[in-house]
């Protein structure tokens, strides 16, 4: 099994900055993807940035030039930067990892979420 460990959340006012992190252990012989999603209440899952296993990154829109992703490949953590925060930020943070076990079979688990909250 794989598991994944999210922190960094919190409240924080417009303008502000926060720093997400998301550690992955268990049964993990190789990983491939990283990504953060957010989810809004009322709203769908969204993908807010992903990056491959040779760091290629992609972003939302809403999130280019304020949100970073980064990855850790020797602590298997992925990372995400938030500048210059926005009341429409605010939502559930979920990680995403895909990679092989030990037992070459494919996953893909999911962060428990951590709450992002910006005040304006």
């Known amino acids: 099994q794989v598991q994944l460990v999210e922190s960094g959340g919190g409240l924080v006012q417009a303008g502000g900055s926060l720093r997400l992190s998301c550690a992955a252990s268990g049964n993990i012989r190789s990983i491939n993807a990283m990504g953060w999603y957010r989810q809004a209440p009322g709203k769908q899952r969204e993908l807010v940035a992903h990056i491959t296993s040779d760091g290629n990154t992609n972003y939302a829109d809403s999130a280019k030039g304020r949100l970073t992703i980064s990855r850790d490949n020797a602590k298997n953590t992925v990372y995400l930067q938030m500048n210059s925060l926005k009341p429409e930020d605010t939502a559930l943070y979920y990680c995403?990892?895909?990679?092989?076990?030990?037992?070459?079979?494919?996953?893909?688990?999911w962060g428990q979420g951590t709450q992002v909250t910006v005040s304006s």
């Open positions: 995403n990892v895909k990679g092989r076990t030990w037992g070459s079979a494919d996953f893909s688990s």
